[in-house]
Every structure is written in structure tokens, then in C-alpha cells.
């Protein structure tokens, strides 16, 4: 099974911040990678695939980048509904979906 | 617009199968994306259970696919999950989603979620 692992699990910013999160595989996974919001008591939703390629009606401010092992989410400033938990998944190796343990961004 | 709505019991006794719906509404389940299950335990992060395509061929998690049957009713656009021999750790909230054929096979559209708890 190909592993994914965030981090920081968890990171304290204010309105306005510049966010990174960073998401690794186990092994290579080209740019099959996905990133999620989930906001408290809500269902998650799809904020980039394939890496880099913003979902419709998502905000410019959310950005991703990399491949192979290593990935990044970025907010390039921080907004009150931004404050939640954010997951990496792959879809490299089909059909096993994984998920990373997921990243708690919350207010400094 | 296309709509996910979860619905099942929210308490499951300890052994017993646990049995959920999912309504798809704006979309016909039969055309061309996998429709998923996904479930978070209190407190913790997401796991992907399975996926079902077109109504025919499925996909499960190893560590549930003894336990695990997803299927399509056509007649009334919804999926429905069944797993059995719950036990406490099955406790979670349970989504279901589409997820895209193509591509990095992307869980794009979710439900807003329904909470199972195993207890007696």
C-alpha cells in the first residue's frame, strides 16, 4: 500500500498568512494526488486534482504543486473559512485510494 | 445540480450489518463515474471503503472486502452500503461521493454524511 504522510499535522496562522502544507508518498506516484478542505462538522470538499489543476469554483488563493514523492498545498492568504483540516490522497495505485492523516490549520 | 444524500440507521448493534443509502439526485448513477463510500471515525481522518462503476464492477478496501458489499439500485438512482459483523471501531460517519473515471480519479461531489454508532 502506498503510505501518505502531511505535514505539519497541525499549524496555528492568522487572516492573511501564507500557508504550505506538505503532503509525501511512500514511493512515486507521478501526480496523481488530490487535496481536500473539510471544514468542522461538514463534509470534505475537492479543492485540487491532479496535483495542480484548481477545482472549478475553487479560490485562486488555494494553489498545489509537485510530483513523484513530494507535494504542497498553498494559500496564499489565509481566510476565516480556511480554518479546518485539510487531506492529500493518491490515486496512483488503483483501485486502493489512500488518504493522508490530514493537517488541522487553525487560528493563531 | 447534482446531490448526494446518506440515510441509515444511526445505531447498529455489535455483530450486525450495518445497511446504508445513498439518494444521487441531478445525475444518473449509470453514467460514467465510480460512486464511492468513505467513512471517518470521530476525531480521525478519512478511509476509503469502496467504489462501484456503473452499477457492475466494485472495488473494496482490503481490510474491509470480507465485509463489504456496495451496490447499485438503477430503478432508483441510489447506492447502498452493507457491512458486516460491525463491531466499535465501525463507529464513524460515513460519506458517500462520485468520483471521476478519468484522471486521478478525483472524489469530486460528497454527501453531507451520516453517523453510525456500533454499540449495544
Known amino acids: ?9 497541525s499549524l496555528s496562522a492568522s487572516v492573511g498568512d501564507r500557508v504550505t ?3 509525501r508518498a ?3 506516484i507521478s501526480t496523481y494526488l488530490n487535496w481536500y478542505r473539510q471544514k468542522p462538522g461538514k463534509a470534505p470538499e475537492l479543492l485540487i486534482y491532479a496535483a495542480s489543476s484548481l477545482q472549478r469554483a475553487v479560490p485562486s488563493r488555494f494553489s ?3 510530483s513523484g514523492t513530494d507535494f504542497t498545498l498553498s494559500i496564499s ?7 479546518a483540516t485539510y487531506y492529500c490522497q493518491q490515486s496512483y495505485s488503483t483501485p486502493s485510494w489512500t488518504f493522508g492523516q490530514g493537517t488541522n490549520v487553525e487560528i493563531k | 445540480q447534482v446531490q448526494l444524500q446518506e440515510s441509515g440507521p444511526g445505531l447498529v448493534k455489535p455483530s450486525e450489518t450495518l445497511s ?3 439518494a444521487v439526485s441531478g ?6 463515474y465510480y460512486w464511492a463510500w468513505i467513512r471517518q471515525p470521530p476525531g480521525m481522518g478519512l478511509e476509503w471503503i469502496g467504489s462501484i462503476y456503473r452499477g457492475g464492477s466494485t472495488h473494496y478496501t482490503p481490510s474491509l472486502k470480507s ?8 430503478s432508483k438512482n441510489h447506492l447502498s452500503l452493507r457491512l458486516s459483523s460491525v463491531t466499535a471501531t465501525d463507529t464513524a460517519m460515513y460519506y458517500c461521493a462520485r468520483q471521476a473515471v478519468a484522471g486521478t480519479k478525483a472524489f469530486d461531489i460528497w454527501g453531507q454524511g451520516t453517523m453510525v454508532i456500533v454499540s449495544s
Open chain 1, 21 to 23: 502544507i506538505t503532503c
Open chain 1, 64 to 66: 498545489g504543486s509537485g
Open chain 2, 20 to 22: 446504508l443509502t445513498c
Open chain 2, 67 to 74: 465485509r463489504v458489499t456496495i451496490l447499485v439500485d438503477t
Open chain 2, 27 to 32: 445525475y444518473s448513477i449509470t453514467s460514467g
Open chain 1, 26 to 28: 511512500s514511493q512515486s
Open chain 1, 77 to 83: 492568504s489565509l481566510q476565516p473559512d480556511d480554518f
Open chain 1, 1 to 9: 500500500d502506498i503510505q501518505m504522510t502531511q505535514s505539519p499535522s
